[in-house]
């Protein structure tokens, strides 16, 4: 069965603070894995998939790192709009479900 | 407009009330999924549909059911609501890149 844990499970920060969210997943072979913001009161936003060990993406503040067992959210200089809940899942091979994390709830303070 | 959108936003009922939620989309893709989300637990999927011939149970379907109306509608019926079904419900989509696209979701209170 797949697995994904993610953490922290909140994460407070100061304006400008950088700083980094797990997601540790199993998998029986991985198709894909996937990051998403949601603010609250609405659905999921996607923002990256990584197919593979090594691979990296970017969207204006933030990073995302993958390898065989984790994949990292970076958070560059955060702000308050950067507030939100970070969801990660995973999609195995031969399967078109996501599998998810029960997210980081990330607050930066002005 | 949004790519997908749930009907209604929020709903009230009681307990042993039959109710349906819809979930409509203009993004042209085959697949559609509705998930739960619970605090804590994160999403759930409940059914998925590859086309309107194709319903598929996912880990959390029992007591609910699903209708696949048309490629562009999902919806999905509580038979009998009881209240630990009281959570956030969403609908999503995939076309061929796999990735899921989410709907604004419905909260629904079982009283």
């Known amino acids: 069965e797949d697995q994904v844990t993610q953490s922290p499970e909140a994460l407070r920060l100061q304006e400008g603070e950088s700083s980094s969210l797990n997601c540790s997943y199993t998998v029986s072979g991985l198709r894909g894995l996937f990051w998403y913001r949601q603010d609250p009161g609405k659905g999921p936003e996607f923002l990256f998939t990584?197919?593979?060990a090594g691979e990296e993406k970017e969207k204006e503040r933030l990073k995302a790192t993958l390898t065989k067992k984790e994949s990292f959210l970076h958070i560059t200089a955060p702000k308050p709009e950067d507030s939100a809940t970070y969801l990660c899942a995973v999609q195995a091979l031969n399967d078109y479900k996501l599998s998810f994390g029960a997210g980081t709830t990330v607050t930066v303070r002005a | 407009d949004a790519d997908v959108t749930q009907t209604p936003r929020n709903r009230i009922t009681k307990t042993g009330k039959r109710i349906m939620l819809e979930c409509s989309q203009t993004?042209?893709?085959?697949?559609m999924y509705w998930y739960r989300q619970d605090p804590g637990l994160g999403l759930r999927l409940i059914y998925y549909?590859?086309?309107?011939?194709?319903?598929n149970k996912g880990e959390i379907s029992d007591g609910y059911s699903v209708s696949r109306q048309a490629q562009a509608k999902f919806s999905l019926s509580l038979e009998s609501a009881i209240p630990n079904q009281t959570a956030l419900y969403f609908c999503a989509t995939a076309g061929g890149s796999k990735t899921q696209y989410f709907g604004p979701g419905t909260r629904l209170l079982v009283l």
């Open positions: 993004k042209g893709h085959d697949r």
């Open positions: 549909s590859f086309d309107v011939k194709d319903i």
């Open positions: 990584l197919y593979s």
